[in-house]
């Protein structure tokens, strides 16, 4: 196996992490996810579970990817032999990811041409759900695949495998570079409109204003330290396959610093953006701000179309930019998790990138299309549900709890100072062997019981059954399978890149 490809600049480590990090989570998640937990109390919350949980396991988790070089398989099986059925755990997880997760882009890009023409008129809610999924009478009902979704989601696949074939350097990070910064000027854009809006900061209020009576809430902070792990790409192989491409002298504590930071600040941002629109609307139709956000999908694709209708000969304007955003965001995270899941054939099968690619995204591609059918926004919903809160949640946990107790972690500690400008000490030792498990113990479990006592959503249980609880088994064990099979090359356990 040839030399291990890198990154060319630092600059575009940072826009490729970055974009990873800045999802469609960002722009639907996290606006809604405030407002509906106290407000400014909920940033603070996540400021919290940021300092404690978010940075340290970034940090972790660029450092062990650059000391051990390797993706999520690769790099915990250099930590331990015993250790490399956790990272095709986080690889399948990533699969189970990206086949509904790119649908959702296809989505955003359809709405980029429904923005020229508004074309929900003004019944944005029926659009969604009737003219354009199509959406059935429940999750077994597909009703076919969605003629008007699959020409979006062959251009979504489509960039995604040009970036990643093409190479980390030549590919992805060139994308990022472009994207992440167009990213960000049209959202700062759509926010500086948006604040000058006439309501808008009744909007901004519902948004920020804190709710002091929230801050012994549990609810609140497991929903800050729940979103934080799928938020910033932690825990499923992402950051560990990125920092596997970092030249040797690379500052870790302050690229996982800039990462998080960037990605909380474009959090803020798009808030702003969306919610200052919002209370335009709510204010034009002399309502409260309460009475028209909505959250998730709805917030995303019904409830703000709703609001840029109210914007007059600008709609259009407004609406292409919020979904080409939305698009832009969507895309540099689906490349990162493929990535993260192609880098793990690579280093198993000494496999070629290109043929990698080939493989792995034409079978994800295939999948795909099965949530681009009439059931796909139920399948949609059970999926995330499960791989996000039990997937995402018990794989970080089982990551810290190895890590941090049955490994040398003052060796990783050892590993980034010297080459880092901030150097980390007992905060993060303590952070990622005590914070961490018990915060991600705390929310799994609480959530594990909550389903087992109420069917999630109440979907019928054969449903969760198949797409919830199945998926989970498949992770799990297929994760062991995985990692039963023999490598390619078992020399490169042991030697190769190891710094
Ligand atoms: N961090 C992304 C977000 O906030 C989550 C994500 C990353 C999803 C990578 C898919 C792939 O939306
Ligand atoms: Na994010």
């Given at each position: 196996m040839g030399q291990r490809e890198q990154w060319g600049t630092r600059f575009g480590f940072i826009m490729a992490a970055v974009g990873s990090a800045v999802g469609l989570g960002n722009i639907w998640r996290f606006p809604y996810m405030a407002a509906d937990n106290g407000g400014g109390i909920f940033f603070l919350c996540y400021l919290f579970a940021l300092l404690t949980a978010g940075i340290p396991i970034m940090i972790l988790e660029f450092g062990i990817g650059h000391k051990f070089r390797g993706g999520a398989p690769l790099t915990f099986a250099r930590m331990n032999r015993n250790w490399e059925w956790l990272g095709w755990w986080q690889v399948l997880v990533c699969f189970f990811i990206a086949v509904y997760y790119v649908v959702v882009i296809a989505w955003a890009i359809s709405y980029v041409g429904f923005s020229i023409t508004q074309?929900?008129?003004?019944?944005p809610k029926d659009f969604f759900f009737g003219k354009f999924l199509k959406l059935t009478g429940g999750p077994f009902e597909l009703g076919g695949i969605n003629t008007q979704i699959l020409l979006p989601l062959i251009l979504a696949w489509a960039v995604t495998f040009i970036s990643i074939y093409t190479g980390v350097k030549a590919g992805i990070e060139r994308v990022a570079k472009v994207l992440i910064p167009v990213l960000f000027f049209m959202v700062v854009f759509i926010a500086i409109r948006g604040v000058t809006l006439p309501g808008a900061a009744a909007g901004l209020n519902f948004l920020f204003e804190p709710d002091f009576s929230r801050l012994l809430d549990y609810k609140v902070w497991t929903a800050a330290y729940g979103q934080i792990f799928f938020d910033l790409s932690i825990c499923f192989a992402i950051m560990i396959t990125y920092a596997s491409y970092l030249p040797k002298k690379s500052d870790i504590v302050n690229n996982a610093f800039t990462t998080c930071l960037t990605n909380c600040s474009f959090s803020l941002l798009a808030g702003m953006a969306v919610f200052s629109i919002l209370g335009h609307m709510a204010f034009t139709q002399g309502v409260a701000v309460k009475e028209v956000a909505s959250a998730g999908v709805g917030l995303a694709f019904i409830t703000f179309p709703a609001a840029i209708s109210?914007?007059?000969?600008a709609a259009p304007l407004f609406g292409v930019l919020f979904f080409l955003a939305l698009t832009f965001a969507g895309i540099t995270s689906l490349i990162s998790i493929n990535e993260a899941a192609i880098a793990a054939f690579m280093d198993k099968f000494n496999m070629e990138r290109k043929k990698a690619t080939v493989i792995y995204t034409g079978t994800a591609a295939a999948c795909s299309l099965l949530f681009a059918t009439g059931a796909g926004l139920y399948i949609l919903d059970i999926v995330d549900h499960f791989t996000n809160n039990f997937g995402i949640v018990f794989g970080g946990l089982l990551e810290v709890l190895l890590i941090g107790w049955l490994f040398n972690l003052k060796s990783i500690k050892d590993h980034v100072n010297p080459i880092s400008d901030f150097k980390v000490g007992n905060w993060w030792l303590f952070s990622i062997k005590v914070v961490t498990p018990l915060v991600a113990g705390y929310t799994g479990i609480m959530t594990l019981i909550s389903d087992l006592k109420k069917p999630y959503e109440g979907y019928p249980p054969d449903a969760l059954f198949w797409m919830g609880w199945f998926v989970l088994i498949v992770i799990m064990v297929g994760g062991i399978l995985m990692a039963s099979v023999k490598w390619k090359d078992e020399q490169s356990l042991v030697k190769g890149g190891v710094t």
């Open positions: 074309a929900w008129g003004d019944a109210t914007l007059g000969s």
